[in-house]
């Protein structure tokens, strides 16, 4: 069961580049979502996705950019890269649900260095 | 605002002692409060869940109990073996008509334990 795949799973990145991070998860999950993991921080949420086509800002949105296009799928975005930008990204996803009790899959991170 | 603070870490216990992360939070409302495990390397996956006040979550030995008198979520373990050596978040998720299963998590509590 592949459950939620991220790709890559290591990149470093020079200051300025861009770069995009695939999320792809065969569960047909409505929701999607991106993560940023910090040191002392746990994990914060940079954009989510409660369906095709659409996308809103989490808690730390600066940045970064993403798109839905397909179910399957929610892309994370880099245009200019920085130092600020280093950090683990995990990709999560979840059923629709009319409650918040509903369990978030998790794929393995991509750990981003920007130098 | 929402939020959770957990225990600072990291906790070393050797094999078979008694394992408690202190989870306090804050939330309009009633969420519901999770706990989830990042093993090495890996991403993170769910490890007990409640949903309502009083509500024990259980699963590998684990249970933590939802206490809305205190607002806290404590994780135990009576007896931790080496392999229970990970990272451990406390997380809460919003009820609500703008929920969307977003999570918000503590600082995470690194848990080592010795043979």
């Known amino acids: 069961n592949a459950g939620v795949t991220q790709t890559p799973k290591f990149r470093v990145l020079k200051t300025g580049q861009s770069m995009t991070l695939l999320c792809a998860q065969d569960?047909?999950?409505?929701?999607m979502y991106w993560y940023r993991q910090d040191p002392g921080m746990g994990l914060r949420l940079i954009h989510y996705?409660?369906?095709?086509?659409?996308?809103a800002k989490g808690e730390v949105p600066d940045g970064y950019n993403v798109s839905r296009l397909k179910k399957q799928n929610f892309l994370l975005g880099l245009e200019s890269a920085a130092p600020s930008q280093t950090s683990v990204y995990f990709c999560?996803?979840?059923?629709?649900?009319?409650?918040?009790?509903?369990?978030?899959?998790f794929g393995q991170g991509t750990r981003l260095t920007v130098v | 605002g929402n939020s959770v603070t957990q225990m600072e870490g990291p906790v070393t216990l050797s094999e078979e002692a008694f394992l408690t992360i202190n989870c306090t939070y804050t939330?309009?409302?009633?969420?519901?409060l999770f706990w989830y495990v990042q093993y090495p390397g890996e991403g993170l996956q769910l490890l007990l869940k409640?949903?309502?006040?009083?509500d024990k979550g259980s699963n590998k030995g684990f249970e933590a109990t939802y206490r809305k008198e205190t607002t806290s979520f404590h994780l135990e373990k009576g007896s931790v073996q080496v392999s229970d050596s990970a990272v451990y978040f406390c997380?809460?998720?919003?009820?609500?008509?703008?929920?969307?299963?977003?999570?918000?998590f503590g600082q995470g509590t690194t848990l080592q334990v010795k043979p």
């Open positions: 996705s409660v369906g095709e086509g659409t996308t």
């Open positions: 997380a809460l998720s919003a009820h609500g008509s703008s929920n969307t299963g977003k999570l918000i």
């Open positions: 569960m047909n999950h409505e929701y």
């Open positions: 939330a309009t409302g009633y969420p519901s």
């Open positions: 409640a949903t309502k006040a009083d």
């Open positions: 999560a996803s979840s059923i629709r649900t009319g409650g918040p009790n509903t369990e978030a899959f």
